[in-house]
Nanobody
Framework: QVQLVESGGGLVQAGGSLRLTCAAS????????IGWFRQAPGKEREFVAW????????YYLDSVKGRFTIARDSAENTVTLQMNSLKPEDTAVYYC???????????WGQGTQVTVSS
């Protein structure tokens, strides 16, 4: 089992920045990839970014490229999502999720609220 806890959400004005952290515990040696997802009110959950645990390669949703940066600290078992130039449309509950090799995301955190005011 892997446990994930997100932190760092909050209220920020448009153009501001926030940094989200996902702390992993438990069987972290089984983690292949950690992703960030978000869900806005009345909308489907969407992928935001992921990072491979072993080599740090990353992939982003087109609308956040150049504004968001995902990074991992293998020693601390954390993944961060640095969010700059935030827009009101970034408002959502943000979740981190972990997956093992060959398996879809099956470990999820409880989520953290990000609200961007215009």
């Amino acid at each position: 089992q892997v446990q994930l806890v997100e932190s760092g959400g909050g209220l920020v004005q448009a153009g501001g920045s926030l940094r989200l952290t996902c702390a992993a515990s438990g069987r972290t040696s089984s983690i292949y990839n950690i992703g960030w997802f978000r869900q806005a009110p009345g909308k489907e959950r969407e992928f935001v970014a992921w990072i491979n645990w072993s080599d740090g390669s990353a992939y982003y949703l087109d609308s956040v490229k150049g504004r968001f940066t995902i990074a991992r600290d293998s020693a601390e078992n954390t993944v961060t999502l640095q969010m700059n130039s935030l827009k009101p449309e970034d408002t959502a509950v943000y979740y981190c999720a972990a997956r093992r090799a060959g398996v879809n995301y099956d470990y999820w955190g409880q989520g953290t609220q990000v609200t961007v005011s215009s």
